[in-house]
């Protein structure tokens, strides 16, 4: 099993920032491909960013694209997610993921282990 602990969610307002942090435990992190999802209420779960194995490779959604920031570092078994330019539409619960397989890295049914979320609220 791999443990998945977010941190770094909290209250904003519009145009500010938030890093949020994802620390894992249990298995090899540096063999698995990591995602950053999110869900706001009413809604699926929706992918935000993901990074390679060796943190090479960065995806985006196209509507967190130039304004967010995906790294990990593997000494440390964390992801990240540098969020910048807020906007109330980016109001949600966000997950980190990881994925053993590498592939399909913004489809959330591929993905392993999953974050428990942490709370992300930008207001207008």
């Known amino acids: 099993q791999m443990q998945l602990v977010e941190s770094g969610g909290g209250l904003v307002q519009a145009g500010g920032s938030l890093r949020l942090s994802c620390a894992a435990s249990g298995r090899t992190f540096s063999s698995y491909a990591m995602g950053w999802f999110r869900q706001a209420p009413g809604k699926e779960r929706e992918f935000v960013a993901a990074?390679?194995?060796?943190?090479?490779?960065?995806y985006y959604a196209d509507s967190v694209k130039g304004r967010f920031t995906i790294s990990r570092d593997n000494a440390k078994n964390t992801v990240y997610l540098q969020m910048n330019t807020l906007k109330p539409e980016d109001t949600a619960v966000y997950y980190c993921a990881a994925d053993l397989s590498g592939s399909d890295l913004a489809s959330p049914r591929k993905y392993d282990y999953w974050g428990q979320g942490t709370q992300v609220t930008v207001s207008s």
């Open positions: 990074i390679s194995r060796s943190g090479g490779g960065t």
